[in-house]
Structure formats: C-alpha cells, structure tokens
C-alpha cells in the first residue's frame, strides 16, 4: 500500500500563491498516476490535476493556466503549484495514488486551502 503525506496548505488572500506537496511512501515513478482533487464544504470532490507515470498531465478547465502539477522523483513527491488564487478554489485538498494492476487508490488525509481577504 502507498502512504500519502500532504502539506503546504493554509489561508491565502486572493491573486495569492501556494505550493502542495504529497510525499509518498513509494517510489512515484512505479505508481500508474498520482492526482490532486478537491472537495469545497457541499459539494463533491473533484479532480484539480494529475500525472501519470508517463509525465503526461492534464487539469481541471478551472485550473488551467494557474496550477501547475509537477513531481520530484529523488523525493517521491508531487506538488500542486497554485497561483492566482482566488475564492473558489477554497477546499480540502486531497493527493490520491493509483497503482498497481488492479488498480488500486490510496488517498491522503487533505490539506486545507483557505482563500479569503
């Protein structure tokens, strides 16, 4: 099983910048994808952007242009560059691992993302 860390989350003023990061207790580059989803008080949780063990990414339509996915093999970690922040993007924000055959996902415990003035 893939243990899932998450941190760098926080309160933010709008047109701000975070960076998430998600350690993993594996090797990345073994794991089929690793995304990064959100989920706002109310709603349903939803996928913000991801990579594949290829390097391919894609995003989110209300992302694009202002996250960034991207990873450090050396340190099995994934990051979510996220500028221009503005409110709606205020959630918890999950990083998820797919592996295996099957496939199988495991998720982290979130991190909050707080955009307000």
Do not use: H
């Not at 975070?18 to 594996?26: E, K, T």
């Not at 949780?45 to 995003?59: C, D, F, K, Q, W």
């Not at 691992?97 to 982290?108: C, E, K, R």
Request: proline fraction near 3%.
């Amino acid at each position: 099983q893939v243990q899932l860390v998450e941190s760098g989350g926080g309160l933010v003023q709008p047109g701000g910048s975070l960076r998430l990061s998600c350690s993993a207790s594996r090797n990345i580059l073994v794991i089929n994808a690793m995304g990064w989803y959100r989920q706002a008080p109310g709603k349903e949780r939803e996928l913000v952007a991801a990579i594949t063990r290829g390097g391919s990414t894609n995003y989110a339509d209300s992302v694009k242009g202002r996250f960034t996915i991207s990873r450090d093999s050396a340190k099995n970690t994934v990051y979510l560059q996220m500028n221009s922040l503005k409110p709606e993007d205020t959630a918890v924000y999950y990083c998820k691992a797919t592996y295996g055959l099957v496939p199988i996902d495991s998720w982290g415990q979130g991190t909050q993302v707080t955009v307000s003035s």
